[in-house]
Protein backbone atom coordinates (compact mmCIF):
# COMPACT_ATOMS: atom_id res chain seq x y z
CA UNK A 1 0.00 0.00 0.00
CA UNK A 2 1.04 3.57 -0.67
CA UNK A 3 1.19 5.66 2.60
CA UNK A 4 3.60 9.25 2.53
CA UNK A 5 6.82 7.94 2.62
CA UNK A 6 9.99 10.01 4.38
CA UNK A 7 8.85 13.19 4.05
CA UNK A 8 10.37 16.05 6.30
CA UNK A 9 8.52 19.06 8.05
CA UNK A 10 9.23 22.84 7.68
CA UNK A 11 8.69 24.48 10.96
CA UNK A 12 6.44 27.56 9.24
CA UNK A 13 2.40 26.32 9.54
CA UNK A 14 0.59 27.91 6.39
CA UNK A 15 -2.50 29.11 5.83
CA UNK A 16 -3.60 26.13 4.29
CA UNK A 17 -6.77 26.90 3.18
CA UNK A 18 -5.23 29.90 0.15
CA UNK A 19 -3.26 27.42 -0.86
CA UNK A 20 -3.76 25.56 -4.27
CA UNK A 21 -3.60 21.45 -5.07
CA UNK A 22 -0.26 21.43 -6.02
CA UNK A 23 1.79 18.49 -7.66
CA UNK A 24 5.39 18.15 -7.37
CA UNK A 25 6.24 16.75 -10.27
CA UNK A 26 4.42 18.76 -12.99
CA UNK A 27 4.83 22.56 -11.23
CA UNK A 28 8.20 23.80 -11.63
CA UNK A 29 7.39 26.36 -8.95
CA UNK A 30 7.60 24.35 -6.35
CA UNK A 31 11.00 24.88 -5.56
CA UNK A 32 10.70 28.65 -6.40
CA UNK A 33 7.73 29.63 -3.82
CA UNK A 34 8.68 30.82 -0.62
CA UNK A 35 4.70 30.15 0.36
CA UNK A 36 5.35 26.66 -0.32
CA UNK A 37 8.08 26.47 2.52
CA UNK A 38 5.43 24.77 5.19
CA UNK A 39 4.56 21.56 2.63
CA UNK A 40 5.75 17.86 3.35
CA UNK A 41 7.34 16.79 0.19
CA UNK A 42 8.20 13.10 -0.83
CA UNK A 43 9.45 11.44 -4.13
CA UNK A 44 6.11 12.15 -5.89
CA UNK A 45 4.04 14.07 -3.39
CA UNK A 46 3.14 17.04 -2.29
CA UNK A 47 1.13 17.22 1.35
CA UNK A 48 0.46 20.22 3.56
CA UNK A 49 1.21 19.76 7.32
CA UNK A 50 -2.69 19.66 7.23
CA UNK A 51 -3.74 19.01 3.92
CA UNK A 52 -7.47 20.14 3.31
CA UNK A 53 -10.15 18.39 1.11
CA UNK A 54 -7.59 16.48 -1.22
CA UNK A 55 -4.08 14.91 -2.07
CA UNK A 56 -2.81 14.97 -5.43
CA UNK A 57 0.66 12.98 -6.39
CA UNK A 58 1.50 12.56 -9.81
CA UNK A 59 -1.46 14.56 -11.21
CA UNK A 60 -4.02 11.97 -10.15
CA UNK A 61 -6.29 12.44 -7.50
CA UNK A 62 -5.88 9.95 -4.84
CA UNK A 63 -7.88 11.13 -1.58
CA UNK A 64 -10.67 13.75 -1.23
CA UNK A 65 -12.47 14.62 1.73
CA UNK A 66 -15.04 17.34 2.79
CA UNK A 67 -13.83 21.09 4.08
CA UNK A 68 -15.61 20.34 6.93
CA UNK A 69 -18.33 18.59 8.73
CA UNK A 70 -21.73 19.20 8.15
CA UNK A 71 -21.80 21.38 11.49
CA UNK A 72 -18.61 22.97 10.45
CA UNK A 73 -15.99 21.74 12.21
CA UNK A 74 -12.68 21.54 10.00
CA UNK A 75 -11.58 17.65 8.21
CA UNK A 76 -7.76 17.90 8.03
CA UNK A 77 -5.55 14.48 6.36
CA UNK A 78 -1.84 14.05 6.95
CA UNK A 79 0.09 11.20 6.93
CA UNK A 80 -0.68 7.85 8.97
CA UNK A 81 1.72 7.26 11.99
CA UNK A 82 4.14 4.43 9.93
CA UNK A 83 5.21 2.72 13.24
CA UNK A 84 1.21 1.86 13.57
CA UNK A 85 0.51 1.54 10.20
CA UNK A 86 3.63 -1.06 9.99
CA UNK A 87 2.47 -2.78 12.52
CA UNK A 88 -0.71 -3.68 11.16
CA UNK A 89 -1.56 -6.54 8.26
CA UNK A 90 -1.74 -4.13 5.41
CA UNK A 91 -2.24 -7.32 2.82
CA UNK A 92 -5.96 -6.48 2.16
CA UNK A 93 -5.14 -2.30 2.08
CA UNK A 94 -5.32 -0.93 -1.94
CA UNK A 95 -5.13 2.30 -1.69
CA UNK A 96 -2.79 4.98 -0.54
CA UNK A 97 -3.36 5.42 3.32
CA UNK A 98 -4.16 8.51 4.92
CA UNK A 99 -5.06 9.78 8.65
CA UNK A 100 -8.47 11.74 8.62
CA UNK A 101 -8.82 13.84 11.50
CA UNK A 102 -10.69 16.75 12.97
CA UNK A 103 -8.63 19.90 12.93
CA UNK A 104 -9.93 20.41 17.15
CA UNK A 105 -11.03 17.80 19.05
CA UNK A 106 -14.54 16.79 18.88
CA UNK A 107 -17.09 14.52 17.80
CA UNK A 108 -18.84 13.70 13.83
CA UNK A 109 -22.46 14.88 14.08
CA UNK A 110 -23.59 12.52 11.09
CA UNK A 111 -21.43 11.20 8.37
CA UNK A 112 -18.72 12.17 6.38
CA UNK A 113 -17.81 10.91 2.57
CA UNK A 114 -14.35 9.95 1.95
CA UNK A 115 -13.14 8.96 -1.30
CA UNK A 116 -10.39 6.66 -2.41
CA UNK A 117 -8.53 6.19 -5.41
CA UNK A 118 -7.82 2.27 -5.59
CA UNK A 119 -4.67 1.66 -6.93
CA UNK A 120 -3.71 -0.01 -10.28
CA UNK A 121 -5.06 -3.97 -10.53
CA UNK A 122 -7.55 -3.31 -7.43
CA UNK A 123 -10.67 -5.61 -7.59
CA UNK A 124 -13.75 -4.13 -8.39
CA UNK A 125 -15.48 -2.05 -6.45
CA UNK A 126 -18.43 -4.53 -5.87
CA UNK A 127 -15.10 -6.47 -3.64
CA UNK A 128 -13.67 -3.91 -2.09
CA UNK A 129 -14.97 -1.40 1.10
CA UNK A 130 -13.61 1.60 2.84
CA UNK A 131 -11.94 0.32 5.36
CA UNK A 132 -10.32 2.06 8.72
CA UNK A 133 -7.41 0.93 11.33
CA UNK A 134 -8.65 -0.10 14.43
CA UNK A 135 -5.80 0.97 16.42
CA UNK A 136 -7.80 0.00 19.86
CA UNK A 137 -6.44 -3.45 19.95
CA UNK A 138 -2.87 -4.72 19.47
CA UNK A 139 -1.84 -5.02 16.49
CA UNK A 140 -3.93 -2.70 15.31
CA UNK A 141 -6.60 -4.07 12.73
CA UNK A 142 -7.75 -2.73 9.10
CA UNK A 143 -12.29 -3.61 9.30
CA UNK A 144 -14.22 -2.47 6.81
CA UNK A 145 -16.07 0.91 7.42
CA UNK A 146 -18.64 0.70 4.52
CA UNK A 147 -19.31 -1.78 2.33
CA UNK A 148 -21.42 -0.32 -0.46
CA UNK A 149 -18.69 2.21 -2.27
CA UNK A 150 -20.04 4.79 -4.94
CA UNK A 151 -18.01 5.62 -7.58
CA UNK A 152 -17.34 9.14 -8.32
CA UNK A 153 -14.86 9.50 -11.34
CA UNK A 154 -11.75 7.05 -10.04
CA UNK A 155 -12.40 7.55 -7.05
CA UNK A 156 -14.38 5.37 -4.90
CA UNK A 157 -16.75 6.40 -1.87
CA UNK A 158 -18.29 5.56 1.30
CA UNK A 159 -19.31 7.06 4.61
CA UNK A 160 -17.93 7.19 8.43
CA UNK A 161 -18.69 8.76 11.57
CA UNK A 162 -15.05 8.37 13.00
CA UNK A 163 -11.80 9.54 12.46
CA UNK A 164 -8.63 7.13 12.43
CA UNK A 165 -6.55 6.19 9.57
CA UNK A 166 -8.63 5.15 6.40
CA UNK A 167 -7.78 3.10 3.01
CA UNK A 168 -9.87 0.98 0.38
CA UNK A 169 -9.61 -2.65 1.48
CA UNK A 170 -10.23 -6.32 -0.52
CA UNK A 171 -12.69 -7.82 1.29
CA UNK A 172 -16.31 -5.93 1.33
CA UNK A 173 -18.18 -8.71 2.83
CA UNK A 174 -16.27 -8.21 6.02
CA UNK A 175 -17.34 -5.38 8.13
CA UNK A 176 -20.63 -3.72 8.72
CA UNK A 177 -23.27 -2.67 6.03
Not at 12 to 26: E, K, M, Q, R
Not at 118 to 141: N, Q, R, T, V
Request: charged share 20%; with cysteine; glycine share 6%.
Amino acid sequence: PASFGSTQQSQSLLPFATLPSIDVLTDPSVTSRPDLEGLYVSDECIVLPFWRERIICDGELLVEVPFATDDGQPIVMNQPNATVVDSSDTSSVVSFIVDIHLEFEGTVDGEVKICILPLPGAPPAKDLCLGFLDESIEPPEWNCEAVCLKKEGDLLCGFTDHFTNFALLIGAHHGAE
